[in-house]
């Protein structure tokens, strides 16, 4: 046996969607009902286990064979439930390199993740059954008892015997889907690079991130008792029946005289500023302060935790298919609030000893505070610390690098503030941070992190320039600064789109510098300095709000479904700086792959490590240049903590 398509259906009283599977898979009813394999591409055999039949030893002894490949849709998921299925140590699980993933594929083509999605994008021969979803809730969840079934909490093959034989096809064609898959897309190899990086990920995502539980455990409740406060309060000064209800809050608002159209963060901040009435006043503060997710989180991470206080399976491989950086899962630590707390570690410690009093003493807004505490609850293990490195301005180092804006590259390469240096190019005088023209930092700030990618006024207020202070006026003076002093930049957006251009609408190859186009099969491919590629699935000419040609291509948008979505050459090197700062990331992963690393964070590492690892050493190696990015300047700066943060 050389490879294995497999396809598995289950049982847990563990909600996957909430726990993820690692958590689903340690549950004591957890149970393997059917499973479904094709052997080096033969017919699809479905081995019922919920009705007594076993699985030859010929594939069990396989899933356990470094030389046989084995193959899924998802495959973490069949990876760590047929670790359970196999009796491997608790938390211990398959290794991921003899695994391949044919939603990883699909991600690295720029095609939807699930196995519905890509079946009808390549408009296979079979697709998904649709019966799919409510056969899963009914054979693989917990049902209410009820007299109609018998008081019984679950419902087995006997319960419904014709459902379970289209649960059996069900299982069959999922495989089957699987192979064409793998078929169509054979001429489109996920280069051996990407299938490493893939290793690393799953290697991170078994070994987790410890959680303080009682932290955690102590935050949800004291949320709780404040959540309730704060509700009577606003009760109280509205006599509203439901204040949390934004219908019935601007309402009140009209009565009171103040218009809102949103209740939404940046309004209520607007609002509370502008307004001189101190009930409406104190209300809006109110809605500010019942308004904060934390308590999100904290839920998040107990439904997650595994029975030894870890949290496995936050990160997706691959999550982000237009330029393939990793997403989130679970806790989404992609977008965990900041902390700014001058006491961070006494006031975690009031709240893992869950004393409200003293919180209620030293911290005027305890949401607030329950939010920037939200970090500190993922912890090292006993007798370790967690080692933190990030890269200093990835994106604005790799642009430079790539467009040849000199005087930038200069920047980093002495070490100074590319803020303040953005500033003295763009208004013509030295900048210093606390010195020297230094109120010129904040424009040079706002600047950098809008306009990079051919924003305009309107980034510039996305990024809220007008919150920091600067005028209207003065933010269309601003993206002409910024572009004057960046022409290599600008310039560079455009080659790109030329290039883009070239390759679709005349189906041909081009180049920008190192960055390579070319259309083929219906794909418009990216290559990027590091050989990776990037895929836009389906490019055509089409016409933009102005009238002139532009590319378009099939994917997800904002809308989250699959459709036709139009690009440009800024946008186009946004994804290809993000992509690059992506692989710039996964080369640092390879290099430190030793190091136990358990969290990952945009562009940060969270190492778990004996006290005394050189932090120094860490960052020096994060910090090494590709061999494929000569001339491009890196730096990674850290810290030692025992409890994670924002430093």
């Keep these: 046996m050389r490879f294995a398509h497999i396809d598995i259906e289950t049982f847990s009283s563990v909600d996957l969607a909430k726990c993820g599977v690692y958590k689903y898979a340690g549950a004591e009813d957890f149970e393997v009902l059917l499973f479904g394999v094709s052997v080096d591409g033969g017919p699809v055999v479905v081995y019922d286990f919920a009705q007594g039949e076993e699985l030859p030893d010929e594939i069990r002894k396989a899933l356990m064979d470094e030389k046989v490949i084995k193959v899924a849709h998802n495959a973490n998921f069949e990876r760590v439930c047929l670790s359970r299925f196999l009796g491997l140590p608790a938390h211990t699980y398959l290794p991921p390199q003899q695994w391949r993933c044919t939603m990883t594929w ?51 093959p006997e319960d419904a015997p014709d459902k379970w034989e289209l649960f059996v096809s069900y299982n069959k064609r999922d495989v089957e889907v699987e192979m064409q898959i793998e078929e169509k897309l054979k001429r489109f190899p996920v280069p051996d690079q990407v299938w490493k990086e893939y290793f690393i990920d799953q290697e991170i995502n078994d070994r987790g991130i410890g959680v303080d539980r009682e932290l955690v455990e102590n935050a949800i409740r004291i949320d709780g008792e404040v959540r309730e406060e704060l509700k009577k309060k606003m009760q109280g000064l509205t006599a509203l029946e439901n204040p949390n209800s934004v219908q019935q809050l601007m309402g009140w608002l009209g009565e009171n005289g103040v218009e809102a159209d949103s209740l939404g963060k940046k309004d209520v901040k607007k609002m509370i500023d502008g307004v001189e009435d101190p009930t409406v006043k104190e209300a809006l503060l109110l809605r500010q302060q019942l308004a904060k997710s934390s308590v999100k989180k904290y839920e998040a991470m107990r439904n997650s935790a595994c029975a030894d206080n870890r949290i496995r399976g936050c990160f997706q491989f691959y999550g982000a298919n237009r330029t393939g950086r990793f997403s989130g899962r679970l806790v989404q630590l992609q977008n965990l609030p900041q902390n700014h707390l001058d006491d961070l570690a006494e006031a975690r410690e009031l709240v893992k000893r869950g004393d409200l009093e003293a919180l209620r003493l030293l911290y005027s807004d305890i949401p607030d505070t329950l939010s920037q505490l939200i970090r500190t609850a993922f912890v090292a293990s006993p007798g370790n610390l967690l080692y933190v490195a990030d890269f200093s301005a990835i994106e604005a180092r790799v642009i430079a690098w790539m467009a040849g804006e000199a005087w930038r590259i200069e920047a980093f390469a002495s070490g100074k503030d590319i803020y303040c240096a953005s500033a003295s190019q763009m208004f013509g005088v030295p900048v210093e941070k606390h010195g020297v023209n230094g109120e010129l930092r904040q424009k040079g700030k706002i600047a950098e992190l809008a306009l990079g990618y051919g924003g305009g006024v309107g980034a510039l207020s996305a990024m809220g320039a007008l919150e920091m202070g600067l005028e209207e006026e003065e933010l269309a003076p601003l993206v002409q600064a910024w572009r004057a002093a960046s022409p290599n930049i600008v310039r560079f957006w455009w080659d790109i789109d030329r290039a883009a251009k070239k390759a679709v609408f005349e189906k041909t190859r081009s180049k920008v510098k190192n960055i390579g186009f070319r259309y083929q099969s219906g794909f418009l491919f990216i290559t990027l300095p590091s050989g990776r590629e990037l895929a836009y699935v389906k490019p055509r000419e089409g016409l933009n709000k102005f009238g002139e040609p532009s590319i378009t291509y099939e994917g997800v948008g904002g809308t989250k479904k699959w459709e036709r979505l139009e690009t440009y050459g800024p946008k186009i ?12 990331l996964c080369y640092a992963m390879r290099s430190l792959k030793e190091k136990r690393i358990c969290m990952h964070i945009h562009d940060e590492l969270v190492i778990e490590a004996p006290e005394g690892t050189s932090l120094e050493e860490i960052c020096e190696v994060m910090g090494r240049t590709p061999p494929w990015a000569e001339g491009l300047v890196l730096r990674a700066d850290g810290y030692v903590t025992p409890w994670y943060k924002k430093d």
Excluded at 573 to 584: F, G, L, P, S
């Design 573 to 584: 090197v946004e994804n290809i700086i993000q992509a690059t700062a992506r692989d710039i």
């Design 106 to 156: 699909a991600a690295y083509m720029g095609l939807p993740l699930s196995l519905k999605g890509v079946g009808a994008v390549l408009g296979l021969d079979k697709q998904k059954m649709e019966e799919g979803k409510e056969l899963i809730k009914f054979f693989c969840s917990p049902c209410a008892p009820t007299k109609a079934n018998k008081g019984r909490n679950r419902n087995r």
